[in-house]
């Protein structure tokens, strides 16, 4: 089992920053493909980034390309989502996840946290 915390969401303004944070604990998080999704108020959870055991390779949804930058600490069993020039489109509930496969597909992953809202207002 991998217990997977997300914190770091709030309500900020257009064009400010966040970063959000996934601490896991349970089995060697560094085995883990991480991923973070997001599911915008009234729409369907959608892909946003993963990141590789390693952190060596990473991919981004194209509507965040540029502006969101995920990283990973194995050292410290956490993972985090470096968001920069928000916008009201960003708004969504944010949810990190851990998977063995390199897929943007949410259903592959075996464990998902709970979430955490952030909301950007215009």
């Known amino acids: 089992q991998v217990q997977l915390v997300e914190s770091g969401g709030g309500l900020v303004q257009a064009g400010d920053s966040l970063r959000l944070s996934c601490a896991a604990s349970g089995r060697a998080f560094s085995n883990y493909v991480m991923a973070w999704f997001r599911q915008p108020p009234g729409k369907e959870r959608e892909f946003v980034a993963l990141?590789?055991?390693?952190?060596?390779?990473?991919d981004y949804a194209d509507s965040v390309k540029g502006r969101f930058t995920i990283s990973r600490d194995n050292a410290k069993n956490t993972m985090y989502l470096q968001m920069n020039s928000l916008e009201p489109e960003d708004t969504a509930v944010y949810y990190c996840a851990a998977g063995r496969a390199w897929v943007r597909r949410n259903t592959s992953y075996d464990y998902r946290g709970q979430g955490t809202q952030v909301t950007v207002s215009s």
């Open positions: 990141i590789s055991q390693r952190g060596s390779n990473v």
